[in-house]
């Protein structure tokens, strides 16, 4: 496999981090959805060190054993994933939360909040979703000392208002988790809750910028309000629910949630500012490093964040060590390094896609760029690649889920792409300025809103253009026949009938849509 280089010449893909990534990915998956028993465990965890071990002999051998130790290197992160996932999922379904749930037993927990509280409303009831880390357990006389993720849905006051590593208290009736939860328990609570412990230093801090932000917006209209915190720091609890299917059938969700682009915002940024300066590389890169470090407390460790933070902090590094790695290979090791740490992060769809994005515009945008650039302005080139690429790699995923086929979304996002930056970079400026002097926190909200205008008509048009999103079968197979789909797409694109063909029906098709994106925008005014 190949792809075209700064040079325009095709270089080989680096894959060699890519088959232990896939098979520790893959390992902690199913492990997670398996309960291992424990003699499985130990003989997985005997073939881990036994294939380490192997590996490591092999390397000093002639090249000729090196397809051998590559081989032993994919197997023991088989292992590694399976034996990871599977002790943390064994923890959580064979722990005092597994027997007391299935009795519905009423307990008192004590832990940390592991992130925000939300509101859910189902069904005519409203109830507050908060993940706790429960470290202490009561029920039926009896204590237990434990570290084990819950989901409390509290239908009481008191809760929305609390903040991440805050320790509470509270008493409630306990019920297994669905299969597809990643908690030991899920806990309903009717009674407020008793905060035994303040938030951290900087969680507190993060808070009240967070804060700072929602104060400046208030002043917009109700659509650019909700959108702003949710581009900036992915805080969507004041973004209308209608606003958020127009997005999603646009094809432009993922600007709602923090994922790569965002931290790529930031790095780009923060390096502007100390290029010029006399501050050697590691101060530089030290700079940058800091910037993106609290860009992720404000926006919150996320599956995506975390993701898109770490393999951001692989290219400072690498910068700051002047030895250039490939994008690649630091998105293999990222995701290695994510999945043995949290194997959780295996099953997470959020995780999936930003994996998938990321994966095309390294593998395949490059490329497409190459050849469009031929026939069109660098810039426009640009902007075609890297949105069809992501929408390639994430097409399939988005399928298995059940969210269907967009088919405005490559147009949506090219039109989106140059209002993203400025709205991301006011918003943090709005949220630093917020602390000073709220007036220009304001206006910086206000200049933010423009860029934010543009992006909700976007996704309003799109959304409503004939045939944007088209009924998929949702699971594994409906992924494989969208990939199947793909291939044949692309391989009548290699012969110039086949093109012009598809080149025909895509005019046709996209003057339909452009007609009646038209017609909608001029009824919107």
Do not use: Y
């Not at 682009?261 to 502007?272: E, K, S």
């Not at 302005?377 to 967009?406: D, F, Q, R, Y």
């Amino acid at each position: 496999m190949t792809r075209a280089g700064p040079d325009g010449e095709e270089h080989p893909v680096d894959l060699r981090l890519a088959g232990p990534a896939l098979a520790a990915w893959a390992g902690a998956a199913g492990a997670g959805l398996a309960d291992l028993a424990p003699a499985v465990l130990l003989i997985d965890g005997m073939l881990l060190g036994a294939a380490l071990v192997c590996a490591a002999a092999l390397v000093r051998r002639p090249r000729r054993w090196r397809p051998a130790a590559t081989g032993l290197a994919v197997l023991a992160c088989l292992a590694a994933g399976v034996l990871t996932a599977g002790v943390t999922t064994r923890a959580r379904t064979h722990g005092p939360f597994s027997d007391l749930g299935a009795a519905r037993a009423v307990a008192t927990v004590e832990g940390k909040l592991t992130g925000d509280p939300r509101i859910s409303r189902a069904g005519g009831t409203q109830l507050v979703v908060v993940p706790v880390r429960v470290e202490r357990l009561r029920a039926g006389g009896r204590e237990f000392r434990l570290r084990q993720p819950v989901l409390v849905l509290a239908a009481a006051t008191g809760w929305a208002g609390l903040l991440p590593s805050q320790r509470i208290r509270a008493e409630g009736n306990l019920a297994p988790p669905r299969a597809a939860d990643v908690v030991a328990a899920v806990i309903f609570v009717r009674l407020p809750p008793v905060v035994v412990g303040g938030p951290s230093a900087v969680q507190a801090v993060a808070a009240h910028l967070r804060q700072g932000l929602r104060d400046a917006v208030s002043g917009l209209d109700a659509s650019p309000r909700g959108l702003l915190p949710g581009l900036v720091i992915g805080d969507t609890s004041n973004l209308d629910e209608s606003l958020k299917d127009d997005f999603r059938v646009a094809g432009m969700s993922h600007l709602v949630a923090v994922s790569g682009a965002n931290c790529a915002i930031v790095i780009a940024a923060a390096t502007l500012l100390v290029r010029r300066s006399r501050l050697g590389p590691w101060l530089q890169a030290g700079w940058v490093a800091l910037a993106l470090s609290c860009f992720v407390i404000l926006a919150r460790p996320s599956p995506s964040v975390l993701r898109a933070s770490v393999m951001g902090m692989i290219g400072i590094l690498a910068a700051g060590s002047g030895r250039q790695r490939g994008a690649l290979p630091a998105l293999c090791a990222t995701v290695l390094m994510l999945v043995l740490v949290s194997p959780d992060l295996a099953r997470s769809v959020g995780f999936t896609l930003s994996v998938f994005a990321t994966a095309g515009l390294v593998i395949i945008a490059p490329g497409w760029r190459e050849r469009l650039s031929r026939q069109m302005p660098t810039w426009l080139a640009e902007l075609l690649a890297v949105a069809a690429a992501a929408h390639v790699a994430c097409a399939p995923v988005l399928a298995a889920i059940g969210g269907g086929v967009s088919l405005v979304a490559i147009p949506a996002n090219m039109l989106a792409d140059a209002a993203v930056a400025p709205a991301t970079v006011l918003g943090v400026l709005a949220t630093v300025a917020a602390v000073c002097w709220m007036p220009l926190a304001r206006l910086f909200a206000a200049l933010a809103g423009v860029p934010c205008k543009w992006l909700i008509m976007i996704a309003r048009v799109a959304a409503r253009a004939p045939g944007a999103q088209i009924g998929w079968p949702a699971g594994p197979l409906g992924a494989m026949v969208l990939v199947a789909a793909t291939v044949v797409t692309f391989s009548v694109l290699r012969r110039r009938g086949g093109r012009r063909v598809l080149a025909a029906a895509g005019i046709g098709a996209f003057t339909a849509q452009a007609i009646f994106m038209f017609r909608s925008w001029m009824v919107a005014r």
